[in-house]
């Protein structure tokens, strides 16, 4: 039997990789843009934004427009590789069953 890929942990949540999927098309996100696109609740969100900036995948920049904070996203370079590994390695676990 052919050895399995691994997959990266930090993408496999269902939630860690739709942000990264969503960050992948656009060069920055609002974190309301993503709230609403993933239908996710602010602390689930925050929690999830925060493991992929501890893993270097995201970058966050905060500031304040008219005295309210805003926080927008963007996936690193070393995010990008990670997405890109991530589709790999699943490809490679499917195998055949993507052709059908």
């Known amino acids: 039997m052919p050895e399995l890929p691994e997959l990266d942990p930090i993408i496999h949540g269902k ?3 739709a942000l990264l999927s969503l960050l ?3 060069n920055e996100a609002e974190f309301s843009w993503l709230r609403q696109k993933t239908g996710s609740t602010d602390g689930n969100l925050g929690a999830h934004l925060l493991k992929l900036e501890e893993a270097g995948y995201v970058a966050v920049k905060k500031r ?3 005295r309210k904070p805003v ?3 963007r996936m690193t370079e070393r ?3 990670a997405l890109v590994g ?10 055949d ?4």
């Open 64 to 66: 304040f427009i008219a």
């Open 79 to 81: 995010g990008r590789t």
């Open 15 to 17: 939630l860690r990789l």
């Open 86 to 95: 991530y589709v790999q390695a699943l490809r490679q676990l499917l195998g």
């Open 24 to 26: 992948s098309s656009v």
């Open 71 to 73: 926080t927008h996203y």
């Open 97 to 100: 069953a993507l052709e059908s």
